[in-house]
């Protein structure tokens, strides 16, 4: 009985680890991305493209992706073509007094 008692404790202190591993690597995604974004907002003229974003982060495409597509809309981006045919967001001008803010 003491084996399975065992088993039990361990297949659940298994499912416990990688729920919290996945938590705290979501986080650590997300902390990425909203660094990366801001970054590259004033680095390349309010221009980003998932690219460029999942680079900076260090974060797969699959993750950056719908992160920007909420930036996007929340600060009410346009989706744009550069001369190359990639897409990239263009996001409202940051003017100086914006970032004398901070």
């Not at 909420?70 to 990239?88: C, H, I, M, N, S």
């Amino acid at each position: 009985m003491a084996i399975i008692q065992l088993f039990f404790f361990l297949v659940f202190a298994s499912i416990l680890f990688f729920i919290v591993s996945a938590l705290l690597r979501a986080n650590e995604n997300q902390r990425r991305l909203e660094k990366a974004f801001y970054h590259l907002l004033e680095r390349e003229k309010c221009r980003i493209s998932t690219i460029q974003l999942s680079v900076v982060a260090q974060v797969d495409a699959d993750i950056a992706k719908p992160y920007l597509e909420r930036q996007a809309k929340a600060f009410g981006a346009t989706l744009e073509v550069d001369v190359d045919g990639d897409p990239f967001y263009r996001f409202p001008k940051l003017r100086p007094s914006d970032s004398a803010l901070e």
